[in-house]
DNA sequence: AATGGTGTAAAATTTAAAATTACAGGAGGG
DNA sequence: CCCTCCTGTAATTTTAAATTTTACACCATT
């Protein structure tokens, strides 16, 4: 039904660690910190990252390091990630139309013809852009700024 | 943040209104009973529909009909028309990340970079579909039941 | 064994979406 | 001309979803 922001956050930890992960033990409290996200709501972020094998995460000791080149993390494979079915929830559908009526009993399914592109276009628009573009915003907006 | 379920109650109504406007008084009544979303609510996207030249609202007496030809009538349109700002809501952002960080300082920006892209790609996509295309698929699948 | 982490689940809170209720106002038929 | 059926719209309540909070078991290193 919509991609959430822990998408935003997930992508915002990346850069932290491309970032800091060299000179600094990053945590989910430093995480926390500069994301403003919960601790815990982080470690379920990082750990859904860290089972597509984007990142790995120290256990017990602590931090967090990239397990792949950045320009191999796309935004497809982070919201993939996070919440697997992402794509199919993209538009709502009204759960309950009648099923007495020719239109109410087949929506969901003429829906579906429509949706399944809108979705795939959608998905490869996510492919085309990896973290290593993202890199790349941040470093040209941090030196330019307005 | 999302695409709303709304607009696949409009999409509803609209293949509703035009496969029995010619034959029936199509009002939010009707409407509702077919798509199982409340009256009011019909009314409040119906209205919607209405602003952006899409359907003619019958005041007083009731009754809806298409404003202009299905192949003029793009998923696009139907969005905007329901939530005007829906393509720059497409992924959630986190609300507070820290100034102190310099990441975090810059995430929205970095972040809109992306995101722009995004959301205009999804805005094509959406502009490829048409209402007629959409009411060809219903009537595939309406003859062709399994 | 003490410290500072992760992993994860359950409960509580917050927020957003949708339903409900209510009512003023228009059009047309009897 | 008034009665009925409808629209437009605002305020309130309800429901559902997302997120935070709390809590604790478990691990590695010093």
Redesign the interface.
């Known amino acids: 039904?919509?991609?959430?922001?822990k998408?935003?956050?997930a992508?915002?930890c990346l850069?932290?660690i491309l970032?800091y992960g060299d000179t600094q033990k990053v945590t989910s409290d430093l995480l926390s910190?500069?994301?403003?996200?919960n601790p815990a709501t982080i470690r379920k972020i990082l750990s859904s990252l860290k089972k597509d094998g984007i990142i790995f995460v120290k256990f017990g000791t602590g931090g967090t390091t990239l397990n792949c080149p950045p320009n191999e993390i796309t935004?497809y494979r982070i919201c993939k990630a996070i919440e697997p079915d992402f794509a199919s929830k993209?538009?709502?559908?009204?759960?309950?139309?009648?099923p007495l009526?020719?239109?109410?009993k087949?929506?969901h399914?003429?829906?579906d013809?429509?949706y399944q592109?809108?979705s795939n276009?959608?998905c490869?628009?996510?492919k085309?852009?990896t973290l290593e573009?993202?890199i790349s915003?941040?470093h040209h907006?941090?030196h330019n700024p307005d």
């Open positions: 039904m919509h991609i959430s922001t998408c935003s956050v992508i915002h850069i932290f970032e910190l500069s994301t403003g996200i935004l993209l538009i709502g559908l009204h759960p309950f139309p009648s009526c020719p239109i109410g087949n929506i399914d003429v829906l013809c429509s592109k809108i276009d959608l490869e628009s996510l085309n852009i573009n993202i915003d941040y907006i941090q």
